[in-house]
């Protein structure tokens, strides 16, 4: 990433002027990109052979996949959250309803089901939907500087996924 100067920009630099993009759209304009995303991912192929699907709950500034959630248990995907477990580790769990009663708040503040849920590995054809602050024009992903979903990509065994990098924006 670059600024104006054709300076390369730290990952702090470049996680600041995220922000401030993201914090100039409304909630109303971010509620029309999210119905709007969700769609466009819905309409994919990758959506249409994915067996298993993996979202994130959003909060704040983030794109919303909640329509997402909804039509995957629809269709009768098997779908999974994220939670996040120490202050490394990340492991999907496995939801059969929409809405789901039982989410935590975690002190970031974003919703996640509790240990109770089973943990969902990912099995064939599943589809990966990935936040991120922003990506490189490589696909290389920029996240909130934590890590999780990196290590869990990194360490997990993905046969025959797909993956989508969704930018989404914390408040």
Known sequence: MYNRDKKKMTKQQSRKMFRQIWDGISQRELEKISSQVCHHIAASSEWKHAETVLA???????????????????????????????????????????????????KWG?????????????????????????????????????????????????RNPFSWGLLAMPA
């Open 56 to 106: 994130y709950l959003s909060f704040g500034k983030e794109i919303s996949l909640d329509e997402l959630i909804q039509k995957s248990l629809e269709e009768q995907k098997t779908l999974g959250v994220p939670l996040i477990e120490g202050s490394t580790r990340m492991s999907f769990r496995k939801l059969d309803s929409w809405p789901s009663r039982g989410f935590e708040i975690n």
């Open 110 to 158: 974003i919703r996640e089901p509790g240990k109770t849920y089973p943990v969902l590995s990912p099995g064939k054809n599943t589809l990966i939907l990935v936040p991120g602050l922003g990506f490189s024009s490589d696909g290389k992903r920029m996240g909130r500087g934590g890590g999780f979903y990196d290590r869990y990509l990194e360490k997990a065994d993905l």
